[in-house]
């Protein structure tokens, strides 16, 4: 069970963390999106209430069982999906998402582009790749990111703009946010989705546009 109010004291001090760490480096803030996965309703609302608008989950159907409602009463929040996604949810999250961060491969990408026609529904929509080339890991690799890019803009008219990693977790992840900065300006993209709550300053330092916390505001999450 999440500590409300320490969530709440947790979700300020990283905006004021990324606010500080911004102005030392000369960088733009990023968006902080509040991983609220394994989290319900009654741990996620008060950091609404603290000022949170942008949330992001790992699981299509758990989403579904918690964000319709939340939506409903605050109607601004922003909803990523940063985990893999199945084709036989991408109605679904097509529904409820407002952007979809783990495009990866051409089936995925062909399934969100009808289902976005057919509910005539826009997504912001990021590109993952496995930066760290890691075969247990979803994404794109790093060498065919690109043409993969350009067939998703090209082929099936799909407005990618930007690019998301999640590095390995024992290597230091400067290179790798490194790595995805310098193929998002190759391929003419303006957003990185990089850093979590272990090393999100330091995605700040390669010009993220948007850092992944989670832990770092709810706390330690309970898998059981």
Not at 35 to 64: C, L, M
Not at 154 to 182: Q, S, V, Y
Request: negative net charge; glycine residues 6%.
């Amino acid at each position: 069970m999440t500590n409300l109010n320490s969530s709440v004291e947790n979700y300020h001090h990283v905006i004021d963390e990324m606010r500080a760490h911004s102005k030392k480096h000369k960088v733009d803030m990023p968006t902080l999106v509040c991983v609220s996965k394994t989290y319900d309703q009654q741990a996620i609302q008060p950091v609404i209430d603290a000022g949170a608008r942008v949330f992001g989950e790992n699981r299509v159907q758990e989403a579904q069982g918690k964000w319709p409602d939340l939506k409903a009463v605050t109607s601004d929040i922003e909803l990523h999906l940063i985990g893999p996604l199945q084709s036989n949810k991408t109605k679904e999250a097509v529904e409820l998402f407002d952007c979809i961060q783990t495009i990866d491969r051409e089936k995925i990408a062909k399934t969100i582009a009808k289902e976005m026609k057919a509910q005539n529904k826009v997504l912001k929509l990021f590109v993952q790749v496995n930066t760290g080339s890691e075969p247990q890991k979803a994404g794109i690799l790093p060498d065919d990111a690109l043409e993969f890019i350009k067939y998703c803009q090209t082929d099936l008219d799909l407005e990618i703009e930007g690019l998301m990693c999640i590095p390995p977790f024992d290597e230091n992840p400067g290179p790798h946010f490194a790595l995805l900065r310098k193929l998002a300006k190759e391929a003419d993209v303006e957003k990185l989705s990089m850093g979590m709550s272990a090393d999100y300053l330091t995605a700040t330092e390669f010009n993220a546009t948007h850092v992944r916390v989670g832990s770092g505001i709810f706390g330690a999450r309970n898998y059981s």
